[in-house]
C-alpha cells in the first residue's frame, strides 16, 4: 500500500488522489477488497475511469453477474449459499428459510460438519431444495468495523467460491451475507460483496453465472447502485 497523493488519470487526465498499488495490476484505492483487472501500465485510474475498466473486462469475462429480489430457496441453481450461524444448525431470516425448504435431512448432514467460523465455508447436498447443494458461510456481525469484519466478510465470499470451485459448481446464488440480523450496513456488505466476487474472476473465470440475491429492496437498491458504478450488465 502506497500513501495517498495527487495521481493523474492516463485516461482522462484528471488530477485525483489514490494510494493503492499491487502487483501487476493498478486500482483506485477507494475499492475494498481490491479488484484486480489487467491494467496496461503503472497507473492508476480516476474512479471513473477506473469503474470503466471493470466494466470492461466484466464484459469479456465468461462469468456473468445477475441480480434477483426474492427466495433465494426457490432459484434452480447448482449451488447456493447460506447465511449461517456457527452451529450449521439452522436459525432465523435466510438460514431457517434454507433449512425448513431443505428438510430434516439437511439438519442432520449439518450435525456431523462440526460447526463452521466466522469467514469460512463448508457444502452439504440441497436436499429438497432446487439447489443440488448448500454452501455454508459464517458472516461477521458488525461491531461497528473495527473488529476485523470487512476481511471476515470478504472471506464468506472468497472462501464460498472456492468449495463452490471444488464441486465443479457453474451457477451459483450468495444472500447478503451479514445483513440481516448481523447488522452489517448494507451499502459496505454489498460493496465488499461485489469486489470480492470481481477479484476472485479476475484471478479464476470459471462460473457461469454468480446472482446475487436481496431479500430487501433497499438491498436491491444498493446492487443496482453497485453493478451501475461497474457498468456490470445484470
Same mark, same amino acid.
Given at each position: 500500500?502506497?500513501s495517498?497523493?495527487?495521481?493523474?488519470?492516463?485516461?482522462?487526465?484528471?488530477?485525483f488522489?489514490?494510494?493503492?498499488?499491487?502487483g501487476?495490476s493498478?486500482?483506485?484505492c477507494?475499492?475494498?477488497?481490491?479488484?484486480?483487472?489487467?491494467?496496461?501500465?503503472?497507473?492508476?485510474?480516476?474512479?471513473?475511469?477506473?469503474?470503466?475498466?471493470?466494466?470492461?473486462?466484466?464484459?469479456?469475462?465468461?462469468?456473468?453477474?445477475?441480480?434477483?429480489?426474492g427466495d433465494?430457496?426457490?432459484?434452480?441453481?447448482?449451488a447456493?449459499?447460506? @447465511?449461517a450461524?456457527?452451529? *450449521?444448525?439452522?436459525? #432465523?431470516g435466510? !438460514?431457517?428459510a434454507i433449512?425448513q425448504?431443505?428438510? $430434516?435431512?439437511?439438519?442432520?448432514?449439518?450435525?456431523m460438519?462440526?460447526?463452521?467460523?466466522?469467514?469460512?465455508?463448508?457444502?452439504?447436498?440441497?436436499?429438497?431444495?432446487?439447489?443440488?447443494?448448500?454452501?455454508?458461510?459464517?458472516?461477521?456481525?458488525?461491531?461497528?468495523?473495527n473488529?476485523?469484519?470487512a476481511?471476515?466478510l470478504?472471506?464468506?465470499?472468497?472462501?464460498?467460491?472456492?468449495?463452490?470451485?471444488?464441486?465443479?459448481?457453474?451457477?451459483?446464488?450468495?444472500?447478503?451475507?451479514s445483513?440481516?440480523?448481523?447488522?452489517?450496513?448494507?451499502?459496505?456488505?454489498?460493496?465488499? @460483496?461485489?469486489?470480492?466476487? *470481481?477479484?476472485?474472476? #479476475?484471478?479464476? !473465470?470459471?462460473?457461469?453465472?454468480?446472482?446475487?440475491? $436481496?431479500?430487501?429492496?433497499?438491498?436491491e437498491?444498493?446492487?443496482?447502485?453497485?453493478f451501475?458504478?461497474?457498468?456490470?450488465?445484470a
Open positions: 500500500m502506497m495517498n497523493s495527487n495521481s493523474l488519470c492516463p485516461a482522462c487526465g484528471k488530477k488522489e489514490c494510494g493503492f498499488k499491487a501487476k493498478f486500482c483506485w477507494s475499492s475494498f477488497p481490491p479488484i484486480f483487472v489487467p491494467l496496461a501500465g503503472d497507473h492508476c485510474y480516476c474512479p471513473d475511469c477506473f469503474a470503466k475498466k471493470v466494466g470492461e473486462t466484466i464484459a469479456s469475462r465468461k462469468t456473468k453477474l445477475a441480480l434477483y429480489q433465494i430457496t426457490t432459484l434452480r441453481v447448482d447456493i449459499v447460506n @447465511a450461524n456457527s452451529s *450449521l444448525l439452522g436459525g #432465523g435466510v !438460514d431457517g433449512h425448504a431443505a428438510g $430434516s435431512e439437511l439438519f442432520d448432514e449439518c450435525k460438519l462440526g460447526g463452521c467460523e466466522t469467514g469460512n465455508a463448508k457444502s452439504t447436498k440441497g436436499y429438497k431444495l432446487p439447489a443440488r447443494y448448500i454452501i455454508h458461510t459464517v458472516g461477521p456481525v458488525w461491531n461497528g468495523g473488529s476485523r469484519e476481511e471476515l470478504a472471506l464468506c465470499y472468497k472462501n464460498s467460491l472456492l468449495v463452490a470451485q471444488s464441486l465443479n459448481v457453474k451457477t451459483i446464488a450468495f444472500p447478503a451475507i445483513c440481516g440480523v448481523y447488522g452489517y450496513p448494507i451499502d459496505k456488505a454489498c460493496s465488499i @460483496a461485489v469486489t470480492t466476487v *470481481l477479484s476472485f474472476l #479476475g484471478q479464476q !473465470d470459471i462460473f457461469d453465472k454468480i446472482i446475487f440475491v $436481496s431479500f430487501a429492496s433497499a438491498i437498491a444498493e446492487y443496482q447502485a453497485i451501475s458504478k461497474f457498468q456490470i450488465l
